[in-house]
């Protein structure tokens, strides 16, 4: 570290510091730690930032073609000093999704507006110990594979915020439940690295006419336990901060609060608008 009280960035920390800065909260950082392996190394920059005597910060930034966000993490002045670094080498991206804890959020307010505001949400994750699948009744959920892309698509189709591909169900865990033909509840992973003992569970959804039955709760179980069975040790997920009935489900499969946060479309702010200039 160097001697004086100023930030020393790293733009593009190499696997190991990066996971080493990361690391300091998993759970939070879960997308981000997955993002390292080498799937998706190849669209993924880690930026760590470290200053004498302080705790250190770092930012992902993924660029998939389709797809792009910016997590930030760890101490806000850190964040910070990564966040006008990447503006001073033009390498802050134009819009982006972003991921953020509220202490982040003033240091992001900087760069970006939020043209659809802040989506309040909660992190929660659920690991080998406090982990309780349901008991009783035969689970109703059955493993889903590449050749069950149409019916799951159809379900998700009336799901209009959610973001399905033929790859997550190729490379990741899904389950469902069937009746009469079709898939009526279903649910899966987003990331699976199996390298860093990390997966994070998502696109759980219930059609209308099947839910009050637990359906969901049984899909998100089967998830879960096949991916603690195997190389996982922790999984994670996101839930609307005011979705109770969600949380009180995966609370009962021993999901525990890890922190809130807010999700948000992000534009680059044009050179000289200061954020007093607008409102995010």
């Known amino acids: 570290m160097p001697l004086d009280d100023t930030w020393r960035i790293e733009r593009d920390a190499p696997e190991e510091r990066a996971y080493a800065a990361l690391a300091a909260d998993r759970r939070w950082n879960g997308y981000s730690i997955a993002d390292l392996a080498p799937a998706t190394r190849a669209w993924t920059r880690v930026a760590i930032a470290g200053r004498r005597g302080e705790a250190g910060a770092a930012c992902l930034f993924y660029g998939h073609p389709a797809f792009n966000s910016l ?8 964040v910070a000093a990564i966040l006008a670094d990447a503006a001073a080498g033009s390498l802050l991206p134009a819009a982006t999704y972003v991921l953020a804890q509220e202490r982040h959020i ?4 900087e760069h970006y507006h939020f043209p659809q505001g802040h989506g ?9 110990v406090s982990f309780a699948p349901p008991t009783g009744e035969p689970s109703p959920a059955i493993r889903l594979n590449e050749a069950d892309f149409a019916p799951l698509s159809a379900l998700y189709d009336t799901y209009p915020d959610g973001v399905f591909t033929a790859d997550q169900l190729a490379h990741g865990v899904f389950y469902g439940v069937r009746e009469g033909g079709a898939i009526v509840a279903a649910g899966g992973t987003h990331v699976v690295a199996a390298e860093y003992g990390l997966a994070a569970v998502g696109n759980v959804f219930v059609a ?3 839910r009050g039955r637990g359906l969901g ?3 998100t179980a089967a998830i879960v336990g096949e991916l603690l069975a ?3 040790r922790e999984v994670i997920l996101n839930v609307a901060a005011d979705n109770a009935a969600a949380q009180k489900i995966y609370r ?3 999901f525990v ?3 809130p946060y807010s999700e948000a479309s992000a534009v680059l702010r044009q050179p000289g608008v200061s954020p007093r200039d607008d409102t995010p």
């Open 71 to 78: 997590i930030p993490h760890g101490n806000p002045a850190g």
């Open 106 to 109: 003033p240091a992001l307010t």
């Open 120 to 128: 309040a949400m909660l992190r929660m994750a659920v690991d080998r």
């Open 208 to 210: 209308p006419a099947a």
């Open 217 to 219: 709760g049984a899909v």
């Open 230 to 232: 195997g190389p996982c």
């Open 252 to 254: 009962r499969l021993g």
């Open 257 to 259: 609060p890890h922190c």
